[in-house]
Structure formats: C-alpha cells, structure tokens
C-alpha cells in the first residue's frame, strides 16, 4: 500500500463564517494536491509528477466528477495539511484520484477530517477526445494503485 | 414534479486559466443556490426558504457530503445561471439536496452543466448532536420531493 | 453628480471566520461591479457598457493599481450591496474608476462600507502598448467623471 | 535595510482566464505573507511573529487601508513567491506594512510583480477601541522598519 504524502497550506481566508474551512474550498485544497502529484514538475517533485502540462502540452486533464465526504470540521492550521493520495482505478484514458486529508504531521490526535474521489479524463488538446495514457504515466502512476475509497450510503 | 429555479450569477474569477468556472468554485455556486432555498429571508424569497439560521437559531446545518459531475465546461455568462434544485430524500434529521446547473435563460441551447448532490444534517447548535427537522420545514418541502440522480459509474 | 449604482451581489463564502465580508475579497465585488460597468453587454446594461472585450476585442484592460479604505465591516446580505461607481480621472489611455460601497437599497441606516480606486489601462492585445480609449468609450464615460475620491492619510 | 523574506505559495485557481494571478487575489497572498510575519506561532516562525490572535487573544488586528500596484502579470509557479515585508511605519496602535511580490527564489530573471502597503490597526477585542501595540511586539518589529514604498501618481 504506497500512499503520497502532499503537504497542502491551508489560507487563513479558506475559513467561512463558522470558522472551518469552507466545503467548497475544500476541492480547491484537493486541486492543490492533484497537481503536486501529477503535473510534471522541473525540480523534480513526487515520482508520479510527470505529467505533461501548459500550452505546448499535447493533451489536457479534465475533472469528470468528484465526491467528498466530510468527517470532521478543518480549523485553521498554520502547518500544511497532510493529504494522503493514492489512484483508485488507472483505466485506458481516465483515472479516479482517492485523497484522505489529515491533520498536519504533529498534530495530536491526529484527525482524518475528509475523504474525497476525483474522476480525470485525458482529452487530446486539439480535438477534444479521450487520449490513452502514456506508458510513462503509466508506469509511474502504478505503484500507487489501492483500493477506491467506500464512501457511506 | 417540483423544482426549484434558482438564479446564481458567475463572477468572472470563477473562471481559471481554462476559461471556464473552474471545477472546485462550482460548489460555491451550489452553495449560494441552497442558501437561497432554505435559509429564511425576511424579504419572503422562495417557499422552502424556511430554515432559521443565524446566531440566535437552535440549529445549525452541516454539510456531510457532495457528489458533482461535470458534463460541459461552464464559460462565463452575465445573466445567472439556471439552477434547478429539488430535495432527493428527506430523512428525519438529514436530506439530500439535488441540482442541475443550466445556461441561463435565454440563452441558446439551453445547456446542462453540472449534476450535483449534497447531504445536509441538521444539528443542535448546542449539543452538536443530530436534530429533526421542524414540522414547518418538512412542509414547505415536501411538494420539492423528487427521484434523486442518478450518477454514472 | 452622475453616478452609476450597480447591484453587486455577496455570497456566503465571502466572509471570513470574522464574520464579515474578507478585506481581499472586496476588491472581487469591485471587479464585478466594473465589469457590469464597462464591458459591453448584448443584452444591454448600464450606458457605460460599451467597451469591447472577449477575444476578438483589439484591447484589453490592465488593472494598473488598486486603493481601498475600509470604513466599516460588511455583513452578509441576503440583497445586492449598492455600489456606487464613477470615474475620477478620464485620461488617454487609462482611467480612474471610483467607488463607493454602500449596503443595500432598503436596509437602514444606509452604511458607507468602503471607498477604492482602480487605476485601469487599456492596452492592445498583440502589441501590449498602450491604446486609446475610443471616441465612444470617452463618449459614454464623459458623464461620470467626478471628483475622485480624497482617500485619509 | 532588513527585510522579511515570507514564502507564498500560488494555487492554481488564484489564476484568472488571463492565465495570471488576478488582481483581487494578490491581496490574499499578501494577507497570508502578512499572517506568517505577524501572528504567534508556537512553532516558531519569523522573529516578528509575536502577536497573540485568537479567541482568548485581548486585540484583534483590523485592515484600514490597501494599496497596491501592478508592475507585471503573475505566471503559475509552482515553488512559493518570494514576499519581501517590512514595516514602513510603526505608530502608536496602528501600522504600516509593506511589500514586494518577487519571482520564486531561483527563477531568473528576479522579477518585482507588485508593490502594496496596507494600514493595520489594533483594537481591544472587548471594546472596539484602538489598543496600543505592546512592548514586546514594538521591540520585534522594530528592526524592520524602513522608508515606506512611494507609489507612483
């Protein structure tokens, strides 16, 4: 079971009126993460970090759907948040993205506060329709490979 | 069957660099959506706009969790956007609340964007434990009744 | 004294754990009510609407320098904030836009929230220098010029 | 000249369909270089970083003013801005801030993105009267204090 670990910064204006960070922000903290892992990344980053990204790019990612389930309310934290991400299912063009986002490291007791799934699907830049994953993505992504996440109902 | 329409305008930083709303800002589209069905507004508003909120109400709603999917990039509109809302189950201390994001009237086609669903519970704000909900909300709501959505995959 | 009131709605997640309106945030709902000001509108809109934008447009708007004096915390609003806009400066290329943030139409005593200035320039989308404002822009904008805004210290 | 030096991190969605940070967002950077210069931390931090916040804390820090100018676009970079941060006047229950939105550190050329200036004050959290700094946050302060920014026009 090989999990990344993101280090994902909370802002002190993701908290809402009830002093937790927002619901809706909360994919936005999930976006942050998803890139770390997967864009590709010139000094080096995570070893799944190698997907090519920007204008001379040949294919994009786009969000399918997603799903989030929220355990416990975040507080502000001044240290990132500990978002564990692994890949629930690597099919021929599409990938589902699974992230449990926890407390920060030393924060005791540490606190699973939500579990969330990302659907991606690679589309070719210029015509728009699904685009096969790289052998090199692939091969990168597939050590991550664990069971998808069994939300509630 | 009984929906509600409710107008939610795009602000132009919604959209990313892709040009469109980006897919994390969706759920603060949702969110001012259900806001404007359920909280009570003085100034009348819809008929399910019966919830007290605020620092002297008894309950606070949480959200326990969401499910979105993404059927055609959003790009930005002046008008509001068209968002249907209907309740999916509505259970003793919790429901579910439906959406679809459409175009704006007027505009043509008239395009389905966003499916989406969100579990609310409702809560003591003293306790913190689960409340039912009020006999005054289960009416105004109940005539919103529908078959939920059903999500791909 | 012309001045143009635009309705610039606040959502939900705009305020901070604070409970008012993110002092950051403002400067969106400033964005908002320019881009109802300014930008052309098919469907008609204020007078000033009548600048050519999107990507066929030959200019494109630079915001050059923002300044922002908070008066008073804002609350959520179920209604539109009052904005009041006009221009202080009306120059070759650039303009001063001003504003005034007052709560909405209809809740008492009406409050000055906030008062800012954007300095804009319009610049040409594949040369990137400086563009005139076209005879009319200058035309339409002419009678909101006012007194700019005479900012504390 | 003594400068703090505050790492930013830009998200992916502070980027407008200009595929630049937007303007408003730039002051959420700024606020959270401002948090980490200024507000206590347990974990230790900048050496200015005295303030107690927080709901047992007897002051709360308010945003009187911005101001700020836009010297060039800001790409996506994926390690954090490089904020430059120094107090351009120290009063008796208010201050200055000041800042310079550089490129990451490494990034050639070094490129000056923004300049702005915000005007905190300090009020007692019971009374919502100005409280004067204590001793202990003038004293750290101290050595970052230098001739404010003049801005241009």
Redesign the interface.
């Known amino acids: 079971m090989t999990r990344l670990h993101v280090p994902v910064?909370v802002?002190?204006?993701d908290?809402?009126?009830?002093?937790h960070v927002?619901?809706?922000?909360m994919?936005?903290l999930?976006?942050?993460a998803r890139?770390a892992a997967f864009?590709s990344?010139?000094?080096g980053?995570a070893p799944t970090a190698v997907l090519e990204t920007g204008p001379g790019a040949p294919s994009?990612t786009?969000?399918?759907?997603?799903?989030?389930?929220?355990l416990a309310p975040i507080p502000?934290h001044?240290?990132p948040l500990d978002v564990e991400l692994w890949i629930g299912r690597l099919g021929g063009a599409s990938l589902e993205v699974c992230y449990e986002i926890f407390s920060p490291p030393g924060v005791e007791p540490r606190t699973l506060y939500t579990r969330a799934a990302t659907?991606i699907v690679l589309v070719d830049r210029a015509s728009g329709s699904p685009r096969k994953l790289s052998d090199g993505a692939r091969e990168a992504w597939q050590p991550y490979v664990e069971t998808p996440i069994a939300?509630?109902?």
């Open positions: 910064p802002r002190w204006s908290l809402d009126a009830y002093e927002n619901n809706a922000r994919l936005t999930l976006e942050e890139i864009w990344d010139p000094a980053g994009i786009l969000v399918a759907g997603q799903r989030i389930e929220y502000f001044r240290e659907t939300f509630r109902d």
